[in-house]
Structures are given as structure tokens and as C-alpha cells.
């Protein structure tokens, strides 16, 4: 049987939805998790988003550079859009501690617009083909931990079960297969538009990592070890995507 | 033209660009925290284009060889750092009153321009063109370096022009290993996958560890994320450019 590509499209979003809700699952075990820790993995997340936008930029020239780089400022400017929409309030992890509900609803919100551009990216993504699709789903459902963690990390302290805990991370990325599919039926069909989706997705997936996982990574662990980190899972993802 | 003096004329013209870094000192003592911070983001957004260049070209010879360079490059500077005892080290505090300071600056930034100057010799054995396109970029990416060490040096009393000689004998070091790497991958090819995952390896966690962190706590992490991005976007549409 064969299953109409925006099935899998929508499956892969929700696979990298569902990993948000992994987030959750140390809460099983422990009360809260150590600064150290969320710095650890939000290295390798880093690591991994610039590895596979290094494979997103590598498709895009194939079909056009210039389309590609245009794509990659649009990106770029629509992370910086969506902060200063939000009105640019740094959401640090170490700063999550006894926060209060206006913050716990201010997380959800931010992690909720990143999951558009990241839906995005995964719905263009297609366009260049299954293997591109995976390397980056897998990518973005690794780096979708992080963010679980992040977000149960503030909850959970304020008597949040465990299953909301989940829940809300889980609905912090709905965005992801809700945007992949709009995003893959326009590549798709304005086969143009490819390098400049390829772009986009590459520009902010590079721009968050800049932006947010770097700077909370460094704040939480030594720069050796988010050095050994980032630089070791980047390596690791384009073997990855050299394999597949 | 022989190969290798085309390796040594790009290199070198790559190492001289770090004079043009003293040219926001001329007029001012010192420069604003935020130059700085912009200068290490633009510089580390060259070499990460230059590492995303260099790992496309490693990696479709062999994939593992080249991995394992890359780990072998990420470990090799990370010994290096521990064995001087740079971990954690600033290279851009201008009112650093510790008399090893400047020692130790000038000694990793000689081992950062050494890192460079292999990427410069093993690109240029992939494809001559590749290279001098590399030790441009590079050559580029060495002016916001050196404004960052001249300044340094300023604070510790150097005048100009021997701060600015000083800076350029530092990227010597670019001349000297890309000549040497040269020299030996094209005497044994089979290295080239190997030297190229190094020389990615390298360039990326010097860009994590050295650049970054200090740009961070000298402007907020958006205009950082704005500088590193674009400087490594335009840095890839440009070798796209080439073919
Ligand atoms: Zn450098």
C-alpha cells in the first residue's frame, strides 16, 4: 500500500513532537535536574542542529546558492522576528527556578514559535529527498529533548504531574508536523522554492543555535567541555549524514 | 607557477592581513568591548563556513578517515589548551594586569594560526583553487583577530606598530603550516582525508571554546547569533559561487 507522502511528512513532524515529551522522563526519577546537566545537553543539541544545517546548506547549493543564502537571512530574520515579537525576553534556564506562571506560560509560548521554523525545516526538508528528511528529523528530535527537559524543568517544581509535564512539552512541538506538511506541498510543487525552504530552515536552526543553545550551554558548563560537546555530536552528524 | 610558492604567496599574503587589524587602533587607545565581541563573532562565523567547506571536501574521500581526523583535531586542541593551561583562558581582557597574560595569549594564538595554516596547506592540495579561495577567507578572518590581539597588546603597553608586527608574525604560523602540510599531504595523498578532518576538527572547537564564549559576555547573545550566522552564510554562498 502506498501511503500518500504527507503521511509521512506529518509522521516524522510527530515523531520529533513526541521527543519533546522524552524531556519529561527524568522527572520520573528525580526532583529536578542539575544546570550541568541542561548545559550537557544542550551542547550536544547544538552540536547536532549545526551538523544537520550543514547538510540542509549543502542541499540548497546544488540547487542555487544565492536562493539558498536569500533563504538563510529569512531564517534568520524570522527567529529575530518572533523574539522581538515576544518582546525579547531571554528565557534562561538558570533562571527557571521558582519562576511564576506568567514565566511557565511565556516558556511554552517561546518553544511553541521556535517548532514553526523547525516544522518548517522538516517539511522542506522532503523535498531534497528521505535521507535529507531523516538526518534532519533525527536532529531536531534530539535537539527537542533539551527543550522537554527545559520546560518540566519549571514545571514540575510548581506540582505539575508528570503526564502535563509531558503533555505541554509534547504541545510545545505540535507546530512541527502542523507546519511540515504546508511546508512540503509548497517545495513540492514550486520546485523553486526549494533551495530557498532549504535555506530558510538551515538559517534559523543555525540562528537558535547561536542564539540560545550556545549561550545556555556556556552558562551551565565549562566552554572545554561544550567545546568537546558541540564540536564531537557536529562531527558525529555529518558522518551521519555521509553514512546514510 | 610552482605549487608550493603559490601555497606560500596566499599564505603569507593571508598572514600580512592581520596589519590592516591595527587600523581602528591608529586614531583611538582602545576600542569599545563590543568591537571586540563583533570582531571574534565575524571571525568565528569565517572559520565555520571554512570548516563547512573543508568537511564536504574530506568527507566524500573517506567519510570514517576524515572523522577521525576531526576527533583526533577536537582532541589535539583541547590537549593543547590543558597543557598550557589556556582552557578557560580570555584572549581579549585589555586591563589584564598578570605578567604570564601576554604569554599565554601570543602562544595560543600562535597554536590558533597553526590550526589555520593547516586548513590552508590540505585545502590547497584538494584543489588549488580551493586553497587560495581558503587562505582568503582566512586572510579576511585574520583582521578582526588581530584587532582583538593588538588591542590586547595595546593594554599591556605595546606600542602600535610592534603590536601590529607582532600580530603578523603570530599568523605566521599560517605560512609555516600550510607550507609544511602541503608538502607532506602531497607527498602522501592518502593523508589528505585524514589532514582535512583534522583541520575541521580544529577550526571548530577553536571557534567554540575561544571565540564564542568571550564575544558572548561582551554583547548580548542576538547580535553575536546575527554576526557568527551571516559571516558563515556568506563565507558557504561564496565557495558556492566558485563550482
Ligand atoms: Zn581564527
Known sequence: MELHPVWTVFAYGLVTALATGVGALPFVFVRSVSVRAVAYSNAIAAGLMLGASFGLVAEGSEWGSAQTFIGTLLGIAFILGTQRWLGSHDVEVGELRGAGARKMLLIVVVMTVHSFAEGVAIGSSFAGGLTLATVITVAIAIHNVPEGLAISAVLRPQGTSLAACAGWSIFSSLPQPLMAVPAFLFVDAFQPALPYGVGFAAGAMVFMVFVELLPEALEGASRSAVGLLTAGSLVAMILFQALL | ?243
Do not use: C
Not at chain 2, 597574560?101 to 589555520?116: I, N, Q, R
Not at chain 2, 596547506?121 to 584543489?127: K, Q, R, W
Open chain 2, 1 to 243: 607557477m610552482d605549487p608550493t610558492l603559490i601555497v606560500l604567496l596566499y599564505s603569507s599574503l593571508a598572514a600580512s592581513a592581520a596589519a590592516l587589524g591595527a587600523l581602528p587602533l591608529i586614531r583611538r587607545a582602545e576600542v569599545p568591548a563590543s568591537w571586540i565581541g563583533w570582531a571574534n563573532a565575524i571571525a568565528g562565523g569565517l572559520m565555520l563556513g571554512s570548516a563547512h567547506a573543508l568537511s564536504g571536501a574530506g568527507m566524500a574521500l573517506e567519510p570514517f578517515v576524515a572523522t577521525g581526523g576531526a576527533l583526533l583535531g577536537i582532541g589535539f586542541t583541547y590537549g593543547t589548551h590543558l597543557v598550557s593551561d589556556t582552557e578557560d583562558l580570555d584572549l581579549n581582557r585589555l586591563h589584564e594586569t598578570d605578567p604570564t597574560y601576554g604569554s599565554k595569549v601570543l602562544l595560543t594564538s600562535f597554536l590558533h594560526s597553526a590550526s589555520e595554516g593547516i586548513a590552508i596547506g590540505v585545502a590547497m592540495v584538494l584543489d588549488l583553487r580551493f586553497g587560495i579561495f581558503m587562505a582568503l577567507a582566512i586572510a579576511v578572518h585574520n583582521i578582526p583577530e588581530a584587532t582583538i590581539l593588538i588591542a590586547v597588546m595595546r593594554g599591556r603597553g605595546v606600542r602600535l606598530l610592534p603590536a601590529a608586527a607582532l600580530a603578523v608574525a603570530i599568523d605566521g604560523g599560517q605560512v609555516l603550516f600550510a607550507v609544511v602540510v602541503f608538502a607532506v599531504v602531497s607527498a602522501a595523498p592518502g593523508s589528505t582525508a585524514m589532514m582535512s578532518g583534522f583541520a575541521v576538527g580544529t577550526l571548530i572547537y577553536l571557534v567554540l571554546v575561544e571565540l564564542l564564549p568571550e564575544s558572548y559576555r561582551q554583547t548580548g547573545p542576538t547580535t553575536i547569533a546575527v554576526l557568527t550566522s551571516v559571516a558563515m552564510g556568506v563565507l558557504i554562498l561564496l565557495r558556492g559561487g566558485l563550482g
